[in-house]
T-cell receptor
Framework: DGGITQSPKYLFRKEGQNVTLSCEQN?????MYWYRQDPGQGLRLIYY???????QKGDIAEGYSVSREKKESFPLTVTSAQKNPTAFYLC??????????????FGAGSRLTVL | EDKVVQSPLSLVVHEGDTVTLNCSYE??????LLWYKQEKKAPTFLFML????IEKKSGRLSSILDKKELFSILNITATQTGDSAVYLC??????????????FGQGTTLQVKP
């Protein structure tokens, strides 16, 4: 079945450590996105990528980094510079970002807790 | 600044009740409005609305868009405990409207009691 796989589902880290969240899709979608979800704040965009080897900052990119070396993969690194990294992270993708009929498909999410 | 605002933020009803969730937006270059349902994990797509006044319907759920007044509503009739979830409203638009990124509201948490 086609879909988006995020791993790990749960992650605990100490302050000051970098962590990388994996996002893999087998939908052959061009565009991929990382959102952060906090209680009462909805989803906020961290980074997005419309094609391989290209990505753009979203609204809250500080303290995060991404890469897009393959179409299927869009890993997110939460660096020690991110001041409040504890959150639920959602990866999404879409086949036609500029079409105007843009429905994002989401992964199941990764919950990061920094101790 | 582009924004999407949902109300109420939370709602508790009993099975069989009808609920109306609201979503208002101020977004440049509006292209579409989407509703998602989120039960603990991945948001799942419900509706996409692009034209005013045309109701989208799926079972007990329906939604409509008013592009003049810049809002949408999501109705759920004869609610069931399985409807308990966070309902997310999102708009495709904004300054980078050809990138596919969505602008989300805060979400409405619906709890349906037996």
């Amino acid at each position: 079945d086609g879909g988006i796989t995020q791993s790990p589902k749960y992650l605990f880290r100490k302050e000051g450590q970098n962590v990388t969240l994996s996002c893999e899709q087998n939908l052959n979608h061009d565009a991929m996105y990382w959102y952060r979800q906090d209680p009462g704040q909805g989803l906020r965009l961290i980074y997005y990528s419309q094609i391989v080897n290209d990505f753009q900052k979203g609204d809250i990119a500080e303290g995060y980094s991404v890469s897009r070396e393959k179409k299927e993969s869009f890993p997110l690194t939460v660096t020690s510079a991110q001041k409040n990294p504890t959150a639920f992270y959602l990866c999404a993708s879409t086949p036609y970002p500029s079409s105007g009929a843009n429905v994002l498909t989401f992964g199941a999410g990764s919950r990061l807790t920094v101790l | 600044e582009d924004k999407v605002v949902q109300s109420p933020l939370s709602l508790v009803v009993h099975e069989g009740d009808t609920v109306t969730l609201n979503c208002s937006y101020e977004v440049t270059n509006f292209r579409s409005l989407l509703w998602y349902k989120q039960e603990k994990k991945a948001p799942t797509f419900l509706f996409m609305l692009t034209s005013s006044g045309i109701e989208k319907k799926s079972g007990r759920l329906s939604s409509i868009l008013d592009k003049k007044e810049l809002f949408s509503i999501l109705n759920i009739t004869a609610t069931q405990t399985g409807d308990s979830a966070v309902y997310l409203c999102a708009v495709d638009g904004g300054r980078s409207s050809n990138t596919g990124k969505l602008i989300f509201g805060q979400g409405t948490t619906l709890q349906v009691k037996p």
